[in-house]
């Protein structure tokens, strides 16, 4: 049964960088004709789901557009890894952070998510 | 982006009676290439993270009770609990993916009158 666990600071000042990675295990990122994308989605307390982005295996990203100036999605297929970056990070990115696998629909990262990490709370303050 | 808005914010229904859920999308998110609406729903309970109930607007997901239904089409979904058990508790949030980004619902807190 494919699992994906997000790892990370739990705490990060503002205007520094956020970085997530998520392991996936169960499965490999890394499968043939590129059936599914790998996402992160966030959400503030209280409130409702963001989608940041998504990578495939390849390493092709595709962020919000808002967000794609701090966003940096990437991918290692040898450790079965993708990460997030949020650089920058005020108050308003304090959030819980989940890691996706996005099952492919069509061109360009959009897709449903089949499968959750269990997610991480990120904290800004200083 | 396309913007998903849901109705009631909550509701609270009896155990054994009906539960339905609106969703209504600001475009169409039925593709006519393929004439499939690109719209889902997801369960979430507390402390845990969304678990994916329904995708291409009615196709349940292996495991998910068949009260759980979804209907609709494009711009105006509905997710119905035909009898709603003590479980089904949670917040449920619509997503659609027809155009990037991926967009969700505020969510609907399901609750036990």
């Known amino acids: 049964q494919l699992q994906l666990q997000e790892s990370g600071p739990g705490v990060v000042k503002p205007s520094e960088t956020l970085s997530l990675t998520c392991t996936v295990s169960g499965g490999s990122i890394s499968t043939t004709g590129n059936p599914f994308y790998w996402g992160w989605i966030r959400q503030p307390p209280g409130r409702g789901l963001e989608y940041l982005g998504a990578?495939?295996?390849?390493?092709?990203?595709y962020q919000k557009t808002s967000l794609k100036s701090r966003v940096t999605i990437s991918v290692d297929t040898s450790k079965n890894q993708f990460s997030l970056k949020l650089r920058s990070v005020t108050a308003a990115d304090t959030a819980v952070y989940y890691c996706t696998r996005v099952v492919n629909t069509g061109e360009g990262g959009r897709g449903y998510l089949d499968s959750w990490g269990q997610g991480a709370l990120v904290i800004v303050s200083s | 982006d396309i913007v998903m808005t849901q109705s009631p914010d909550s509701l609270a229904v009896s155990l054994g009676e009906r539960a339905t859920i609106n969703c209504k999308s600001s475009q169409s998110v039925l593709y006519s290439g393929d004439n499939r609406n690109y719209f889902a729903w997801y369960q979430q309970k507390p402390g845990q993270p969304p678990k994916l109930l329904i995708n291409w607007s009615s196709i349940r997901e292996s495991g998910v009770p068949d009260r759980f239904s979804g209907s609709g089409s494009a711009t105006d979904f509905t997710l119905t609990i035909s009898s709603l058990q003590a479980e089904d508790v949670a917040v449920y949030h619509c997503?659609?993916?027809?155009?990037?980004?991926?967009?969700f619902g505020q969510g609907t807190k399901v609750e036990i009158k």
């Open positions: 997503q659609q993916y027809s155009s990037f980004p991926p967009t």
């Open positions: 990578v495939d295996h390849l390493g092709s990203a």
